[in-house]
């Protein structure tokens, strides 16, 4: 299958070898995104059930559309008999997987559980019960925006059981007396076959199993046989988790023993309670606080906003300017901020009486008279005896407009020559922008 294209997303590698399916991670050539695509088994092609459950399983999780639930893309069809499912690409691990390696804190352990609630009840608010809800069904994706950093993923609604207008008339797989599930986390009507009682509070107590392995290390109800452990889910006493963890609070206890009744009526009777009941009870856990941000200790901390989730949340309007004193810290102002302001103020003002006694000392700008510049006679003619004739009051002024300027008073008129001058210094006249 690696090469082969799906909607244009190319199968990449195999990233997962199930019972009866296989994960192959296909990303698309040109995003560059990412998706998961989980394809049936060959061998078993030939059961109308089992590609009836493979539908169901993309149907429901598309259907749900919640963050807490694995995205569905696509379903379909590849080589014209295998069906596919092309989901989101999760890029973290189970939390079985997680279990095995580590043991997590009990603040830990109620955050990844009171996520898993919010998934089931969006899930059984559409009628869908999951049931085969286990470790190996819920991923661990990295989220900064999560508690704990990490967001909950539930996955696999291959056996839910879906309402009735979805899946039609009853099926083989859902008829009463077979058994299904996965025997550690079953409730106790699954164990007997009553597959009519299943409902949501059937997924109640697999949550339930699943917190108790967390707080303690191990399922609820372990045994050799798996029908030692069926026996068990429907008999034996309820385990309480502070006997094997000190650390669990009494309210964190209440809550995995009613999950854990052995009647449906003695447990929560929706998923939203258990939910509630663990929100509650969160603030009690004292070993695992809740998750704050992380900070360098060697740098001080800043803060780039004012925009704070309180203030966002009453919707006041808020005012940068004026909030200006909460957003830097103290200890990165400098100390001698009230000297600065003083130095610059002064050479602020020196820089400006500067200014003015440089434009007081420019000289004034000289007016230009219109008209042409005076002719100058490059070869002038021999001197003679006659007097001068008048000169013009203006030079370069033949339409008399500079005479009317000064008969309106705009411009002085020009004193009388005394002396007598030949026509070669009349090019030496004193020039008329001058006068």
């Known amino acids: 299958m690696i090469g082969k294209k799906i909607n244009n997303y190319e199968l990449r590698e195999l990233v997962g070898d199930g019972a009866m399916g296989v994960v192959y991670l296909a990303e698309h050539p040109v995003l560059r995104r990412r998706a998961a695509v989980k394809l049936l088994k060959r061998q078993y092609l030939e059961s109308p059930a089992l590609i009836t459950r493979f539908v169901n399983e993309a149907r429901a999780a ?61 899930s059984h608010a559409l009628e869908i019960v999951h049931r085969d809800l286990k470790p190996e069904n819920m991923f661990l994706v990295p989220d900064p925006h999560s508690p704990g950093g990490e967001r909950v993923k539930v996955l696999d609604f291959g056996i839910a059981k879906l309402r009735r207008d ?127 941000p992380r900070t360098d200790p060697a740098l001080p901390a800043v803060v780039i906003s004012v925009d704070s989730p309180a203030k966002r949340a009453s919707g006041q309007v808020l005012d940068p300017m004026r909030e200006m004193d909460s957003v830097f810290v103290p200890e990165l102002r400098p100390r001698n901020t ?18 003015i006694v440089l434009v007081a000392r420019r000289p004034a700008a000289k007016p230009a008279v219109a008209g042409p510049a005076p002719t100058v006679v490059a070869n002038p003619p021999p001197q003679s005896t006659e007097p ?3 000169l013009p009051a203006v030079a370069g002024s033949d339409d008399g407009t500079a005479m009317d300027a000064v008969a309106k008073g705009k411009t002085k008129p020009p004193k009388p020559s005394t002396t007598s001058k030949s026509r070669h210094h009349t090019s030496k006249r004193r020039d008329p922008v001058k006068w």
């Not at 029908?227 to 964190?252: C, K, Y």
């Not at 009230?338 to 200014?355: K, T, Y």
């Open 62 to 122: 598309a259907a749900i559309h919640h963050p807490n639930v694995i995205e569905v893309i696509d379903v379909g069809m590849i080589d014209g008999d295998v069906p596919y499912i092309m989901m989101e690409y999760l890029d973290g691990e189970p939390l079985a997987r997680r279990l095995a390696r580590d043991r997590l804190g009990v603040g830990k352990a109620v955050d990844i559980t009171i996520q898993a609630a919010r998934a089931l009840s969006a």
């Open 166 to 292: 979805w899946s039609g008339t009853e099926s083989p797989t859902t008829r009463t007396g077979m058994i299904f599930g996965t025997p550690a986390y079953m409730s106790p009507e699954q164990c007997r076959g009553l597959n009519a009682e299943v409902d949501g509070t059937t997924d109640v107590y697999a949550l339930g199993c699943i917190l108790y392995e967390m707080l303690c290390g191990k399922a609820p109800y372990v045994a050799p046989g798996w029908g030692d452990v069926l026996m068990m889910h429907m008999q034996a006493e309820i385990p309480v988790p502070s006997a094997l963890n000190s650390r669990v609070p009494a309210a964190v206890d209440k809550v995995v023993t009613t999950a854990l009744a052995k009647a449906k009526g003695d447990r929560y009777a929706s998923m939203r309670d258990m939910h509630r009941a663990l929100a509650q009870a969160r603030g009690e856990v004292e070993d695992t606080p809740a998750p704050t």
């Open 338 to 355: 009230r000297i600065r302001l003083i130095a610059g103020g002064g050479a602020l003002a020196l820089a400006v009486v500067m200014a």
């Open 388 to 390: 001068p004739e008048a």
